[in-house]
């Protein structure tokens, strides 16, 4: 039995999300075909993040178990013939027999982008939420550090239940940064793990930070869990990116 790890790439937006779904169309299903139809294996591929519909990666990591005998370059290249063109390999190893991509992680790395401009956007209007109102991009990096370290994000998880439910809602953001890119304002956030909608509900709860509408302290109390809680606000799917899991 052989254990491969690959790095991918993925435009979110005709997926249904990462996780296989019955009749839906996701990348984890796509994946299994490819992998199929080139060693006639059925495999289970695990993924390092579980990326909701309409949400993109640029280093998604998925590893699998196989017992096919095809040559490690063969291999990973006839499974990246076959792929779609919303979605590749950008690198693949063999590695140990034990190895789990969702399990084994260390940390996650997201990227939010925001199109703050009067103008939409166009070419990449896929991948950029468009915001008209101008951003205070420097308010909104303070404030951003209040979420910073181990706290619970109990307000800024989405509302799941049964299997999907989380037993904690702990986690440490080991990283969290926020600034202008000419008429691009970018939300980057590294932590241990995610909950549901964090990522989307932290970059909501900054956006009302830079029109002036929310400030330290009501961000301060949220994660204090005090109360009254600011309504939370969820960022749209698409201008989300999974960019970097780690391992060591």
């Not at 904690?168 to 304002?185: D, G, K, L, N, P």
Request: proline residues 3%; glycine residues 8%; contains cysteine.
């Amino acid at each position: 039995m052989r254990s491969i790890r690959l790095t991918i790439a993925y435009d979110g937006t005709e997926f249904s999300g990462f996780q296989a779904q019955t009749g839906r169309r996701t990348v984890q299903q796509t994946l299994e075909d490819a992998i199929y139809r080139i060693t006639s294996e059925s495999v289970r591929v695990e993924g390092a993040g579980r990326t909701d519909v309409g949400v993109h990666a640029s280093g998604q990591v998925v590893s699998f178990r196989i017992e096919s005998s095809l040559a490690f370059k063969p291999l990973i290249r006839g499974i990246d013939s076959i792929l779609p063109s919303d979605v590749g390999l950008v690198e693949a190893k063999e590695v140990d027999g034990d190895f789990r991509a969702r399990f084994h992680a260390r940390g996650r790395g997201y990227r939010y982008s925001i199109a703050n401009t009067s103008a939409r956007p166009v070419l990449d209007r896929r991948f950029v939420y468009h915001w008209r109102s101008h951003l205070d991009d420097a308010k909104m990096n303070a404030v951003s550090q209040e979420f910073a370290g181990q706290h619970d994000f109990a307000a800024f998880c989405g509302t799941l239940r049964g299997r999907d439910r989380p037993t904690s809602t702990v986690r440490t953001i080991y990283r969290i940064h926020c600034w202008r890119s000419a008429e691009r304002v970018l939300i980057d956030v590294a932590a241990n793990g995610f909950l549901p909608h964090m990522v989307r509900n932290l970059v909501g709860t900054l956006i009302r930070v830079g029109m002036g509408q929310v400030s330290s302290a009501d961000v301060r109390g949220m994660v204090n869990g005090e109360e009254p809680r600011i309504p939370t606000v969820t960022a749209p799917a698409h201008g989300l990116c999974l960019t970097r899991v780690w391992y060591d």
